[in-house]
């Protein structure tokens, strides 16, 4: 605790046991109103409870003097600082709680009476009266000490864990020396996903911080994929004589987390060193607790490092690869220095020392009434650097340095409050205290509003709350043989300028326990699922505890553990395993590929045996096979079939807006004229016969103009669909990406699939037509009866394209077309083949039957 005192005129008694007074208070006037400047400093658990022994022996925890040591490092300092306090010293006194409400009200209460009297605001010592408190390391003596100072508005620092700030308590006058707690929450959420550790335990202690650390965390991790496979508390150690029951409930604890598949434990208390330390012991004993080794232990900036006097020889090496929060600090020069030169013997040295110096080096002071038989003597000479780090440390801890700063904080506000409230310099030194004693309350403004830059570099300095603004180190433990350890800096969270963890080193870098083979662990409930797989929630386990299920064809998990598979887009197709998406191919028929080749081969040769025949047909247009079977409609309808086959080479290669406007109309219209010349002829052949009967009128139709007229009507009619079909919704080029799994067919859009039907069922109702004449007049008696040829082919168109419909709706991609190129060359094929190759046969090898007598009708039936 930090305080201003007057001299006194009193009589003093001599310190309480829980009492400890530094052997040089200070005796420099301050600017000739205070002579004296003293800073009382409450330690939690610097040493046990008295025991009940005829000595009353203190038993120290080592690694608690280092903070009472900084104090007193600050302390020199500032004394030494000509320019801090030119005519004033700064003194202090120690108090010890004794892990208890009871210790921690008393020392207040002390602040503010005389000790011979402790009577409550009564102080004949009016000389030297308390300006200041420091207290930690633990929330409880800060909550209770701040119960009876702030009813005096008394400034208080609190170091080490801290009480969250919330309504109530922002207008009490104490600074925090721990950063907002909230940024510690959140670097802990970072650390956790940035190693991927979603399985995770957590022990806590049994009070009242530690379930408020449990209401924050456990909800923020959850919402982001983290759960706790055990959550489990240590008990909260108050007084010597309970600390063996307090051991018990840890071990019962530390059962758990051995048992646990969980490799992380995150450990949030005060003193849950003391019961952690006890994991060597407990491996003798229980062989589960052997696991220790294989976990890692991530402790938050509230626990530190400390342990029991019996403790000292026990083995830490539980310790080694783990990770811990840290208020941020930094090295103070000169600080290792002022550790080498404390020695027992001096003659100005602090009432304590030859305490920690027995307990620490295990030796016995001559003459000393706690004078162990057989017992090492202890020389003075011993050096504290000789000490391995797990009885005392030689680098400045972050408690330590938080004291370090509180005390520095003292003295600049103090400055600062000196120069604003002491201008009537005429004023008696009686005066002046009366001055500062009366605006003490104003003081903790200046404190509040303080900022400077320590020894260290750094800038110390508090927010609206009261709470220091600095962030926090992530350190990484080291463990050697000799039971040193050395906490190496890997991160930190700024929580002033990002909340996200900056870490320092590489993650290779990082030393984990030695069962993990330097190899960073896992903490998963359960294996990770592969690429290809998805979760699945395991009904009655926590959220992160699944199976892995394969993924429904056609979908994919390109990640380690996702919650569902994903359709790949529609230019990408999923692979064999499932686990990612392939680039489609773009493509379509071309004339490269053998499919096309042959198709185009194919259409080409059969267009130029068209054009033989159309050569032959009127090389051999007067003779009177030709003539016999209409010359006219013969050539239209040769044109019409080579033109036929040439529309097939229009549905290979890449389709564009012009060659898939003309495809299926060009193909329609020029099938049509086929057909309808077909359906002439077959007309011209039945009235042909009708008019061959004596008295008949039949005969003036028969002519050309006939067979003209069915040609140019039957077209006509699938012109005008065609050109509907254009103006309404014409053919345009499109990329299929669903058809096909593995690739993006170019093809043309038909428009409207209606219209297309329209144009193949007007050339099958053409074609039905002329197929249903040509089958009555099939045996009508002629040498050479065109009918049969007309019934054949047709036949062969209509079998054709009945065949395509299911065919071509049951193909996908690229085959379509070519199943439309091969009914096109197939159905063309027949006509040619159906009613030409005959008159060829006859007209090139049997041209002894190309005559007129030949071709007359023999008779009738």
Known sequence: MVSMIPDTKCSMNEPLPFHYQNYEPGDVSVVGILSKIYIFYTVMDFSEAPSS??????????????QFLALQFAVKEINENPYIFPNHTLGFHIYNSYFTATWTYRASLELLSTKEKFIPNYRCDRKKWPIAVIGGPTPAVGAHMSTILSLYKMPQFIYGSTPEVNEKTQGVPYQLMFPNVHHQYNGILQLMLHFQWTWVGMVYTNCENGEKFVQNVVPMLSLSGICFAFIETLPAITYSNNILASVEAGIETLKVIMRSSANIVLIHAEVGMIILRMIPTLSQVEDIALLAKVKVWVLTAQMHFTSLPFQRNDDIDFLHGALSFEIHS??????????????????????IIKLFWRKAFECSF?????????????????????????????????????????????????????????RHRARDHEAKLNVLKQNLWKFNQFVRSVSFN??????????????????????????????????????????????????????????????????????????????????????????????????????????????????????????????????????????????????????IFCSFITAIIFWIFIKHQDTPLVKANN?????????????????????????SKMTCILRQTAFGVVFSVAISCILAKTIIVVLAFMATKPGTKITKWVGKKLAMAVVFDCSF?????????????????????????????????????????????????????????????????????????????????????????????????????????????????????????????????????????????????
């Open 454 to 603: 320590n020894s260290a570099g750094e800038k110390v300095s508090f927010n609206q709350n009261g709470e220091l603004e600095v962030g926090f180190d992530i350190m990484n433990w080291i463990v050697f043989p000799n039971q040193s350890f050395l906490r190496v800096r890997i991160g930190g969270v700024n929580g002033m300028d990002s909340p996200k963890i900056m870490f320092s080193s590489p993650k290779e870098a990082i030393v984990w326990p030695t069962r993990f083979n330097q190899v960073q662990p896992l903490s998963l409930c359960n294996n990770k699922c592969r690429s290809g797989y998805r979760k699945k929630r395991i009904e009655s386990k926590p959220f992160c505890c699944y199976d892995c299920l394969r993924c429904p064809h056609g979908k994919v998990a390109s990640q380690e553990d996702m919650d569902v598979c994903f359709h790949c887009s529609e230019d990408q197709y999923p692979n064999n395993s499932q686990d990612q998406c392939l680039q489609k191919m773009l493509t379509f028929l071309m004339y490269e590929e053998p499919l096309g080749t042959m198709l185009a081969s194919s259409a």
């Open 53 to 66: 022994n005829l000595f009353d022996e203190i038993l120290v925890m080592t690694p608690i003097y280092q």
């Open 717 to 861: 009619v699938q012109g005008i669909i065609c050109t509907v079909w254009l103006i309404m919704s014409p053919p345009f080029p499109d990329t299929n990406m669903s058809s096909m799994v593995e690739e993006i067919v170019l093809e043309c859009n038909e428009g409207s699939n209606y219209m297309f039907y329209c144009v193949l069922g007007y050339m099958g109702f053409l074609a039905f037509i002329s197929f249903t004449l040509a089958f009555l007049a099939r045996k009508l008696p002629d040498a050479f009866n065109e009918a049969k040829f007309i019934t054949f082919s047709m036949l062969v168109f209509c079998s054709v394209w009945l065949s395509f419909v299911p065919t071509y709706l049951s193909t996908k991609g690229k085959y379509m077309v070519a199943v439309e190129i091969f009914s096109i060359i197939a159905s063309s094929v027949g006509i040619l083949i159906c009613i030409f190759f005959p008159k060829c046969f006859i007209i090139i090898w049997r041209s002894d039957l190309n005559k007129k007598q030949k071709l007359s009708i023999k008779k009738f039936t």
């Open 366 to 422: 001559p003459n000393s009434m706690m004078e162990e038989k057989d017992a090492v003597i202890c020389t003075g000479e011993e050096k504290l650097g000789n000490l391995p780090s797990a009885v005392f440390e030689m680098d400045m801890t972050s408690p330590s340095y938080s004291v370090y700063n509180a005390v520095w904080a003292v003295a600049h506000a103090l400055q600062v409050f000196q120069a604003s409230i002491f």
């Open 330 to 351: 930094q090295e103070v020069l000169g600080f290792r220095e002022f550790l080498q030169l404390r020695k027992p013997n001096m003659k100005k040295e602090d009432a």
């Open 631 to 655: 010359r006219n409609l013969t050539y239209f309808l040769l044109v019409a079939l080579l033109l036929s086959f040439l529309c097939a080479l229009l549905f290979i290669g890449q389709p």
